[in-house]
């Protein structure tokens, strides 16, 4: 038998985000959302068209959710806040009920023993905003860092530790490059703008919060993707993994760590001439303001092989005239997903950090398993037996622990997600819970196999194999 054994006040939870979990409740405040718009708009892009009014009612409910949370042996929880409700207008008044709902949220798991680590932004831009163009107008930087400062001064003196975004990529990728989430723009020019005016907005935060002189950290949460060539030894193969690796991991990593952006980057921005517009100050400001810790969501990796495909010119320039993606064969799947399952990446995430990013403090701030159709698995005392989630826990940590035998400054492991929540257009299609929430029931809860061996890992610090 073999003892994985963690650090000393290792950190044990999960993740979650304001906009996939709080719902709305009459009277509560909050403004509109891209999400709430969208889903006005076009409920028929959202799985059996859930809107994100029907999330897991976590407003009403978070009393009873942080027992849970307790019971499921966590120590640490992270969330966001939502912009739109704590400033309705993403400008401007604050919103009073807002104001009080996360006061008490916090004041609740801090009196559980659970510290909370909480996100600003996670892909909830105010329709206000949006309306003038979201992270393409410079004014939305500037609402921003005024939503980021007001929540330091409202909440600072007891959250300790804060991000400033959620995987920035995905809004970049998402909203105009591929068409997953509104704007669905297919739009270089535009995807470059939006990522610069995001880490951007990083930085500023990270200043205004230094300034303040918070007995805290402020850090960023990366969805860090490797980008492993089809052949080592082919230099084209990797080149291209390179460039994917610069396109979509280090175009928010090495500003956010290092505070310049990767010089493959800027090469190709400035070849296909889409320099975003800047002003004078800015990479300086970028330059003189990284990040305390790093926050990594690891879900799979990117396969990539050299260029071999016609380049599709229809919308213009695009990252994949640069590469091609590698459909490996015999890769694990989570075929529910359609993602491809790879323990070792947690490990070479990880190993990059230490080697590459003066190994910054991090921890694990995402990583989980969706499955489609959990009720299958109901045992005769209604408690969902996932083991294929304790199995996926368990194979990521395994790696976690070798990275942290080798130095690597990993602080923590958050599992997304504490309870099955509503995920973007696929709403509740996929299951990522440590607990189930029945939504023909109010939103019931029931802690599922996993959730009760979590609670052991957290207790013992660790687990045995």
Not at 160 to 169: A, D, L, M, S, V
Not at 227 to 250: G, L, M, Q
Not at 401 to 420: F, I, K, P, Q, V
């Amino acid at each position: 038998m073999t003892t994985y054994k963690f650090p000393e006040n290792f950190w044990w939870g999960s993740a979650a985000s304001g906009p996939q979990t709080e719902g709305r409740a009459a009277g509560d405040g909050k403004g509109e959302s891209l999400w709430d718009e969208w889903y006005k708009l076009a409920p028929e892009k959202f799985f059996n068209e859930v809107g994100p009014e029907k999330t897991s009612q976590v407003y009403t409910k978070y009393k009873e959710d942080i027992q849970l949370m307790k019971e499921t042996g966590h120590t640490t929880f992270r969330t966001s806040i939502q912009w739109s409700r704590l400033i309705p207008n993403g400008t401007g008044e604050v919103n009073p009920k807002a104001v009080a709902f996360y006061n008490d949220y916090i004041n609740e798991m801090i009196e559980a023993g659970i510290e909370p680590f909480m996100n600003l932004y996670h892909f909830d831009m105010p329709w206000t905003l949006q309306e003038q163009g979201g992270w393409l107008n410079r004014k939305t930087v500037d609402a921003y860092v005024e939503f980021a400062k007001t929540c330091f001064e409202l909440f600072g003196d007891r959250v300790k530790k804060w991000f400033t975004h959620n995987e920035p990529i995905v809004p970049v990728e998402a909203g105009y490059l591929y068409q997953f989430h509104y704007p669905e723009e297919i739009n270089l020019k535009h995807a470059i703008q939006v990522a610069y005016h995001e880490a951007l907005s990083s930085a500023l935060a990270v200043k205004v919060y230094h300034e303040m002189e918070l007995d805290g950290q402020i850090g960023i949460i990366l969805n860090l993707t490797p980008s492993y060539p089809r052949d080592e030894s082919n230099p084209e193969d990797v080149k291209a993994a390179a460039i994917a690796d610069a396109f979509f991991n280090r175009s928010f990593l090495d500003p956010a760590v290092k505070g310049e952006f990767p010089s493959e980057l800027i090469e190709i921005v400035k070849e296909l001439d889409m320099v975003p517009e800047m002003q004078e100050d800015d990479l300086v400001v970028i330059k003189e303001n990284t990040i305390d810790i790093l926050g990594i969501n690891y879900y799979q990796p990117r396969r990539i092989k050299a260029k071999e495909s016609a380049v599709d010119h229809t919308h213009g320039p695009m990252p994949d005239d640069y590469f091609d993606v590698y459909d490996m064969p015999g890769k694990k799947m989570n075929p529910y997903r359609g993602w491809e399952i790879y323990e070792k990446g947690i490990y070479d995430i990880l190993t990059n950090v230490r080697e590459n990013y003066g190994n910054i403090p991090c921890y694990i701030s995402e990583n989980g398993m969706g499955v489609e159709g959990e009720e299958k698995y109901i045992n005769e005392l209604g408690v969902i037996e996932d083991d294929y989630r304790i199995e996926f826990v368990k194979d990521h940590l395994r790696y976690v622990h070798r990275a942290l035998e080798e130095g690597s400054n990993c602080l923590g492991y958050h599992m997304w997600t504490c309870m099955d929540n509503w995920s973007w257009t696929n709403a509740y299609k996929n299951r990522y819970g440590f607990i189930a929430v029945d939504l023909a029931e109010d939103g019931k809860r029931t802690i599922k196999k996993s959730g009760r061996w979590f609670r052991t890992v957290s207790d013992s610090n660790g687990f045995d194999d």
